[in-house]
């Protein structure tokens, strides 16, 4: 079947879109911030909810993504996402080789992680059922200490011009668990403001702009639906076992794979167009 895109460096069926979706997931998510969310949640509420919840909003993620990369090639050559998602991936791996080669050998990063997640949650938590208030450090503002005119004040500042904002969306959240409920409704919330922006996400758009779009968002979701799944059935207990610092590794040499096959593929597909360049130039119109 022909294409007819010189610059296509694989066909669009390919399943090597879905393989590396999957596999950038599983090395990003593993011991992260949304796994370690999923895993916390999963020891006070029911696993079930907690899932559906992680999950629900990873999947809206990485739809969320998949568009925006399958987006880019309309704004910009393919070629040159190609050379983008190439240039991402190297810079990802070479930050996440000198977070590994800095990191201790045993789990202490995690637990350092667990305990900031578990903090997050309990503000989060307390901001649910009106007993407090989140604080810039990201602790726990009790209501008697908002209500005496405290430490409150002096965290109150940042937040005055989004006030408003956060009225309409402690209103939807509150809405939304009328009908989801509240453990469902703090896990999709929690899971979605950590994924957003994160190295995963990111990525997501670079391979959805440099692939078929339905198989990286399969793959993804796959992913996604592993980690969050070994989250809650066992998650702290995989957190204390797994080493953070050969799981960064080893996503370090995945992302430093992944930029040299972008790099090679961006070079073939130029390459291609300027042979084709070439020709248009020496063949002269009839």
Same mark, same amino acid.
């Given at each position: 079947?022909?294409?007819? #895109?010189?610059?296509?460096?694989?066909?669009?069926?390919?399943?090597? *879109?879905?393989?590396?979706? +999957?596999?950038?997931?599983?090395?990003?998510?593993?011991?992260?911030? @949304?796994?370690?969310?999923? *895993?916390?949640?999963?020891?006070?509420?029911?696993?079930?909810?907690?899932?559906?919840?992680?999950?629900?909003?990873?999947?809206?993620?990485?739809?969320?993504?998949?568009?925006?990369?399958?987006?880019?090639? @309309?704004?910009?050559?393919?070629?040159?996402?190609?050379?983008? $998602?190439?240039?991402?991936?190297? /810079?990802?791996?070479?930050?996440?080789?000198?977070?590994?080669? !800095?990191?201790?050998?045993?789990?202490?990063?995690?637990?350092?992680?667990? %305990?900031?997640?578990?903090?997050?949650?309990?503000?989060?938590?307390?901001?649910?059922?009106?007993?407090?208030? %989140?604080?810039?450090?990201?602790?726990?503002?009790?209501?008697?200490?908002?209500?005496?005119?405290?430490?409150?004040?002096? #965290?109150? @500042?940042?937040?005055?011009?989004?006030?408003?904002?956060?009225?309409?969306? !402690?209103?939807?959240?509150?809405?939304?668990?009328?009908?989801?409920?509240?453990?469902?409704?703090?896990?999709?919330?929690?899971? +979605?403001?950590?994924?957003?922006?994160?190295? &995963?996400?990111?990525?997501?758009?670079?391979?959805?702009? $440099?692939?078929?779009?339905?198989? /990286? @968002?399969?793959?993804?979701?796959?992913?996604?639906?592993?980690?969050?799944?070994?989250?809650?059935?066992?998650? %702290?207990?995989?957190?204390?076992?797994?080493?953070?610092?050969?799981?960064?590794?080893?996503?370090?040499?995945? +992302?430093?794979? +992944?930029?040299?096959?972008?790099?090679?593929? $961006?070079? &073939?597909?130029?390459?291609?167009?300027?042979?084709?360049?070439?020709?248009?130039?020496?063949?002269?119109?009839?």
């Amino acid at each position: 079947m022909s294409t007819g #895109n010189a610059t296509t460096p694989a066909p669009e069926g390919s399943t090597d *879109a879905f393989v590396q979706a +999957f596999a950038m997931i599983i090395f990003s998510e593993i011991g992260d911030k @949304t796994f370690l969310i999923a *895993a916390i949640l999963a020891m006070r509420h029911p696993r079930l909810v907690v899932f559906a919840g992680a999950f629900g909003s990873l999947v809206v993620m990485s739809i969320l993504s998949a568009a925006m990369g399958h987006l880019l090639p @309309t704004l910009i050559p393919k070629r040159w996402t190609q050379f983008a $998602a190439a240039l991402l991936f190297l /810079v990802f791996g070479v930050k996440m080789f000198l977070e590994g080669k !800095d990191m201790p050998a045993g789990n202490d990063k995690v637990r350092e992680e667990m %305990r900031e997640t578990e903090e997050e949650i309990a503000a989060d938590a307390a901001e649910m059922d009106g007993t407090g208030r %989140r604080a810039v450090d990201g602790g726990v503002i009790p209501l008697e200490e908002i209500e005496e005119g405290g430490r409150a004040h002096a #965290n109150e @500042t940042p937040r005055v011009a989004a006030s408003s904002l956060r009225g309409a969306l !402690d209103g939807t959240r509150n809405l939304c668990s009328l009908f989801l409920g509240p453990v469902f409704v703090q896990g999709f919330v929690l899971t +979605f403001l950590g994924e957003w922006g994160d190295r &995963s996400q990111i990525a997501t758009i670079a391979l959805a702009a $440099a692939h078929n779009v339905y198989l /990286v @968002t399969l793959g993804t979701i796959v992913g996604h639906s592993c980690c969050t799944a070994l989250a809650v059935i066992g998650g %702290r207990y995989v957190s204390t076992k797994i080493s953070t610092k050969h799981v960064t590794l080893g996503g370090a040499a995945l +992302f430093f794979v +992944f930029g040299l096959i972008y790099l090679y593929a $961006a070079a &073939s597909a130029s390459s291609e167009v300027d042979i084709q360049d070439h020709l248009q130039d020496h063949i002269p119109v009839r």
